[in-house]
């Protein structure tokens, strides 16, 4: 398969994930109103390992050490800041939190440039700013003061940053579907001993509560997680970021139109400024000038003289 082939389908991949993202910012609304954050990070995870196993066993049963490795450190780092997330959603609205979230699209040239030490694109600054402006709009009230799940939400956001980063120099160096499998199984792990430490178990298991679950382990995590390391394979960090970032469009989407989120001006004008700021970061600057292609057009006709 050429290079240009497997670019392609790692965005079409990464396309699907955002697809997948999507929705699950609603379902992890709904599993909040009947479960506490780590029975449902430990109840996700442990069954996407699971339905990753049943598909990709052959696979998993071939990994080494060097999948276990990278796939725990991701799981044991989501484990710590998957908690953000979902907390966030008890003090905000699905759509809302997806336009803040997509601000780690932005942030990943910053922090691929503070880890790998390559330094960002000019766009990425600009997007920077527009990123912070897009922000400000979603969660400044009147009084200037940022709610409670806006703050979570932002510090998952850049949480999420560091992982994109992470998962994208990890996946260039072992097989990534083996290590999506460890890293479930790390966060689902870890997810459970705080749970029997710190959490009652569920008393109930109501049918919306389970078939949010079950979208968030199958759907946004089994699915949209593995597109994800897999395509990360075969593309940047910031140019993933991108697609990933359209996650944000696709729950406002859901959670307007589907859900029932509150839709105001501000919001969507601020989401669409963080959007717009997520596309510029990627943009490329550089473009030959009428002139100088005019001179190089010259040189080209003298030397045929």
Request: hydrophobic residues 55%; positive net charge.
């Amino acid at each position: 398969m050429s290079e240009k082939k497997r670019a392609l389908l790692a965005d079409f991949a990464l396309l699907l994930a955002a697809i997948c993202w999507g929705g699950g910012f609603i379902a992890g609304d709904v599993a909040v109103q009947h479960f506490s954050t780590f029975s449902i990070l430990t109840i996700r995870f442990l069954s996407a390992a699971l339905v990753t196993f049943l598909f990709f066993g052959r696979i998993i049963k071939r990994c080494g050490k060097t999948e276990i490795k990278y796939g725990l450190t991701l799981g044991i780092f989501f484990a710590f800041s998957m908690p953000l997330q979902i907390n966030g959603l008890k003090y905000t609205t699905p759509s809302k939190q997806a336009f803040l979230v997509a601000g780690y699209a932005a942030m990943v040239p910053f922090f691929s440039w503070f880890i790998l030490k390559k330094r960002p694109k000019i766009s990425a600054f600009f997007a920077g700013i527009l990123v912070l402006i897009g922000i400000g709009l979603i969660t400044l009230n009147d009084s200037l003061t940022i709610h409670l799940g806006d703050s979570l939400s932002l510090g998952f956001a850049v949480a999420y940053a560091i992982f994109v980063v992470l998962t994208g120099i990890f996946a260039g160096k072992c097989n990534p579907i083996g290590m999506s499998f460890f890293s479930y199984l790390g966060t689902g792990v870890f997810s459970l001993f705080v749970a029997l430490l710190f959490e009652d178990v569920p008393a109930s298991f109501p049918k919306p509560g389970v078939m949010a679950l079950a979208y968030l382990a199958i759907v946004s995590t089994a699915v949209a997680f593995t597109l994800q390391n897999v395509a990360q394979k075969y593309t940047s960090d910031a140019h993933a970021a991108i697609f990933l970032s359209m996650e944000s469009l696709f729950a406002f989407i859901f959670g307007v139109f589907l859900y029932g989120d509150p839709f105001t001006p501000r919001l969507l004008i601020g989401g669409l400024i963080v959007f717009s700021a997520v596309i510029i970061s990627e943009l490329k600057w550089k473009k030959p000038s009428i002139c100088t292609e005019a001179i190089q057009l010259e040189n080209g006709e003298a030397e045929d003289l």
